[in-house]
């Protein structure tokens, strides 16, 4: 399995960090939109399991997941996606996550 975790991190100051890359995963699930009851669409999601080893930014890639707008049409589970991963620090404090946010992805 070849490896692709090309990032950047770059620390700021007052202790934020953010990190750049992309990242291999599988299509483990997806979840249509939904219509709510007030007539609105809840987007679609497509989640997803690290298929390389973990990335060198500021947290783990554990629950993943990206907007089904944010991947081609047609994927299936167990298709394999790249995906542009950016995590950011910007909290203050020790125990705070990361934000993270995945996509837009391709076939790889």
């Not at 070849?2 to 979840?31: H, M, N, P, R, Y």
């Not at 987007?43 to 944010?70: H, M, R, W, Y």
């Not at 167990?78 to 995945?102: F, M, N, W, Y």
């Amino acid at each position: 399995m070849a490896v692709l975790a090309v990032g950047t991190l770059l620390v700021g100051c007052g202790g934020s960090s953010e990190w750049s890359g992309q990242v291999k995963f599988k299509v483990t699930d997806i979840k249509p939109d939904e219509k709510l009851v007030s007539g609105a669409t809840w987007p679609g999601t497509v989640f997803l399991e690290l298929d390389q080893e973990q990335p060198d930014g500021p947290a783990p890639i554990t629950n993943a997941s990206a907007k089904l707008t944010d991947v081609p049409a047609g994927i299936a589970v167990g298709d394999a996606l790249t995906c542009t991963v950016h995590e950011r620090d910007d909290s203050k404090l020790d125990d705070a996550e990361p934000v993270q946010e995945i996509g837009p992805c391709q076939k790889s």
